[in-house]
């Protein structure tokens, strides 16, 4: 059984998530939603490389933490939940000039007040470049 709290979910219902955002602005798109993972897509271009022509550590946060608070929001009940980052740290592995890197999100926990995700990045030849882990709180909304 599927992790998210619409058990009718598609890559479809989606593809509004992100829109007028930094993700949007820097092309990161849906690729791939598993029962329990979700994977997005980031080209590497002049929007998310560095000055000496290497993907940015920072693009690679923004991937992560796009998809570790997408996955949170994903899995609440919106009527009654929020979802805000706490904490996100990143190893940089490997550098990426060029193509695109996809990240691959996988709950580590996910209890009634904090997510904790996985979150790794991988670049067109499925070589890891980077290992990131997103704290996420959860709050409820004030009616």
Known sequence: MAIWFDQTLTLDKMKTLGEGTMGEYIGIEWAELGDNFLKAKMPVDHRTRQPYGLLHGGASCVLAETLGSVASALVVDHTKFYCVGLEINANHIRSAREGYVTGVCTPLHTGNSTHV???????????????????????????
């Open 117 to 143: 995700w996985d979150i790794k990045i991988y670049d067109e030849n499925e070589k890891l470049v980077c290992v990131s882990r997103l704290t996420v709180a959860v709050l409820p909304r004030k009616n």
